[in-house]
């Protein structure tokens, strides 16, 4: 639907007007970004702006959802407005039956017999529902929920969705099911569902059994490096065995997927493969780290029947190139990856020039994004800023696109600080070399285990200097550096935050409440929400009053994770679900709001296996809340037993699928549920012992301001850079 109205024109729809739920989309050219929405109910406007969500299917790719309570008279109509020009408006009026449902959800599957979907109760939107009405063939039934959904609640304005199941006795075919409203009776969602067939792949994937040949290289030598080290599934190579393919190039393909971002690798598939390759199972690996773009096109070429490749590359391409592929075969060679050759600028001398404040700094990465490297990122502008300098700032967001980043203009300054993933490096070094015309290229790098993968030398080795966070991280990786990583810690700076009401956010001012928040980019097996659930239930096994609040970023992970065969996502989405004491927030928030809910909490919890350095713990304490955290780690640069309240814990080995490029031997902590509990219920009693820990962290984290990171900076950029002329340089 378009409105115009005024001078401008803004393009929406209201996909459901509830008065439990209004959502939609709507954009707005003459705004920068997502439109910021407000919906008026009748003449009465309601709420200024409605929690952005994705929608990929609309213009500029997000929608809005907002959850309330309106009246039960549906009103004569609902409107939604840009806040930034409020005149252009789209509006409609709600149908009686839309505007009563108290719920919303979905019939999706049937699967391995059971029929699978979701729901949300709309009237308690933090509490999944336990069961959910089912018409089956016409007659009733009752779907039992066994999880949550939280790739679901992230498009409800954080509302928790349950997903259900349900197991006919009869085996037909085909299968009429109805999703049932607990209020109006009426169907959320109707589905004829089919059986499904076993899943088959293509003997067109047998194009890959050709040799194919670049600069003297040979694919399925390439590729099997690849597969020497990375993890496979065996019936998925024992399937293209029995469509045609020898061994050695079935594990190639098998090990080509699972080292793939599956976006990457579906554009490079013809459309009768693709439907096939997304049957679920049949591509392993999570996707975390792609190959390099030059083995992309090589994979097309080959799945195209192409006999060569037709690759234009630059010298330091390829030489870059035959470095990543040595770095993943550890009897190969390690060459590090020489300086582009050609360049003019001044900057680009030999040697080992110190810094000079007259030439120009970059901080490049992750700038602006929403984690702790973007944030990392951010800190460095405002420190670099702070010493009277302005950086260059090129933020690359698009770590999965198939398109290198381009070079910007005004390119090279003289030293560049890179914000990136450590194990991402040495590709990112391959896909934008220009990175590297600056005379000095230094990585901010964290990493979260006490061992750094052999194979993953490769993105320190492209590094002039290597700067960490954490003395944690600083061991890790020293060990796999020329030179000794700078100490540089993070800035915890919390002057700006929101003061939450407790009252408008469903709590009482008598609730103890705790707090832990985590991001599941950031692996759910390494956050260990399911030990800070677990210690909760221990420490207050029946008191109404103690609340724990999980605020989740990229909550759909956690789904995407247990579905890939995650056992940590899996246990917490059962282990949540059954607790109406928990409450899940999965909507986006800005650090503002987040560091508002630390402070309105009693306690925060962290019971993480590994830390590179430990934000939310750090702010908690710099915030005046009490802090329950692991004793390992990177949060040990700044908490102690006279601070805090240290967890002690066991150190395990890791399974293949809960970190990133396992390998093994890794190995993190198991803090002690049981003595995590009992500082819960020391806090919640309360003593002088509280209030002087909790005084002696807020001094603690004085130190760790912009201006004292400022100065590390000043510090660290003036110290001579690594020599380029020769093999084995070090620091002067």
């Known amino acids: 639907m378009i409105c115009r109205t005024g001078s401008s024109s803004v393009l929406g729809a209201i996909d459901r007007a509830g008065r439990y739920l209004i959502s939609g989309w709507l954009f707005c050219p003459s705004c920068p970004g997502p439109s910021m929405v407000r919906i008026t109910i009748g003449r009465a406007l309601v709420l200024r702006r409605a929690q952005i969500v994705p929608r990929p299917d609309c213009p500029g790719g997000h929608g809005f959802a907002a959850l309330m309570q309106a009246e039960a008279r549906p009103p004569s109509r609902v409107q939604i407005a ?28 049937w699967d391995e017999g059971q029929v699978i979907g979701w729901s949300a109760d709309l009237r308690h939107p933090w509490v999944a529902p336990s069961t959910v009405a089912l018409l089956v063939e016409g007659e009733p039934a009752v779907g039992r929920v066994r999880g949550l959904r939280l790739d679901v609640s992230t498009h409800l304005d954080g509302a928790i969705a349950g997903e259900w199941t349900f197991r006919p006795a009869a085996r037909t075919p085909v299968m009429a099911v109805e999703l049932l409203d607990p209020v109006s009776g009426m169907a959320a969602d109707t589905r004829r569902l089919s059986r499904p067939a076993p899943a088959t792949i293509s003997s067109e994937a047998g194009a890959l059994k050709k040799t194919i040949r670049w600069n003297d290289i040979d694919l399925p030598t390439i590729l099997f490096h690849v597969a020497a080290q990375g993890k496979l599934e065996p019936a998925f ?35 009768a493969l693709q439907e096939e390759m997304l049957a679920p199972g049949m591509v392993g690996g999570d996707g ?36 990543w592929l040595g770095a993943l075969n550890p009897e190969a060679p390690i060459r590090k990856p020489s300086k582009p050759v050609g360049s003019t600028s001044s900057s680009m001398v030999e040697g080992s020039e110190t810094y000079r404040s007259d030439r120009p700094l970059a901080v490049i990465g992750l700038v602006g994004h929403q984690s702790g490297i973007g944030h990392n990122a951010d800190q460095s502008v405002a420190a670099i800023a702070s010493l009277g300098r302005k950086p260059m700032t090129v933020p690359l967001m698009r770590r999965d696109s198939p398109d290198p980043p381009q070079r910007p203009e005004g390119w090279p300054p003289d030293q560049s600080i890179v914000h990136w993933p450590v194990d991402e490096l040495a590709d990112l070094r391959m896909r934008a070399p220009w990175i590297w015309e600056s005379r000095r290229v230094i990585g901010m790098c964290v990493w979260e285990t006490a061992a750094l993968p ?5 993105g320190l080795d492209v590094l002039d200097d290597v700067w960490v966070p954490s003395r944690f991280v600083q061991s890790a990786l020293a060990r796999h550096s020329d030179s000794e990583p700078r100490l540089v810690p993070h800035a915890v700076e919390v002057n700006s935050y929101d003061r939450h009401s407790r009252e408008a956010n469903g709590f009482d001012n008598d609730d103890f409440i705790v707090h832990f928040a985590f991001d599941a980019n950031s692996t759910v097996a390494r956050k260990n929400p399911v030990g800070a659930i677990r210690a909760f239930r221990r420490a207050f096994p029946r008191d109404p009053r103690s609340r724990l609040v999980i605020k989740i970023r990229n909550a759909a992970q956690v789904t995407w994770l247990a579905r890939t065969g995650c056992e940590d996502s899996r246990a917490f989405l059962r282990e949540s679900v059954a607790e109406d004491r928990i409450r ?25 296996r590994s830390e590179g350095f430990g934000y939310t713990m750090a702010e908690a304490m710099a915030l005046g809340t009490p802090v329950v955290a692991t004793g390992y780690s990177g949060n040990l ?26 390998v093994e031997g890794m190995s993190w902590a198991q803090p002690d549920v049981a003595a995590a509990a009992a500082s819960l219920v020391q806090i919640r009693d309360g ?30 950029l003036g110290t001579p850079s690594i020599e380029r002329s020769g093999e084995g340089a070090q620091h002067q």
């Open 82 to 109: 840009c806040d930034r020009h409020p005149r252009d408006r789209i509006g409609r009026k709600p149908e009686n039956g839309e505007w009563l449902a108290a719920s919303v959800g979905a019939v999706e599957s």
């Open 237 to 271: 190579i024992d399937h293209l065995v029995a469509e045609g393919f020898d061994r050695l190039h079935a594990v190639a393909f098998a090990a080509l997927c699972s080292n793939h971002d599956r976006s990457a690798l579906l554009a490079c598939l013809p459309p």
């Open 288 to 323: 975390s780290r792609p190959a390099p773009s030059v083995l992309q096109l090589m994979h097309a070429s080959a799945v195209l029947r192409s006999d060569r490749v037709a690759v234009v590359a630059e010298n330091e391409n390829l030489d870059a190139f035959r470095y």
């Open 454 to 458: 052999e194979k993953l030398r490769a």
């Open 584 to 608: 899940i927030l999965t909507a986006d928030m800005a650090r503002e709001q987040a560091l508002g809910l630390i402070a309105m909490s009693n306690c925060y919890l962290s019971m993480h």
């Open 637 to 662: 640069d700044f908490m102690d037993e006279g601070n805090s309240w240290l967890v002690p814990f066991e150190m395990r080995q890791l399974r293949p699928n809960q970190y990133f490029h396992w």
């Open 687 to 716: 003593s002088d012992d509280v209030e002087r820990r909790v005084d002696k962290a807020r001094r603690r984290l004085e130190g760790y301001t912009l201006r004292q990171m400022a100065a590390n900076y000043g510090a660290a």
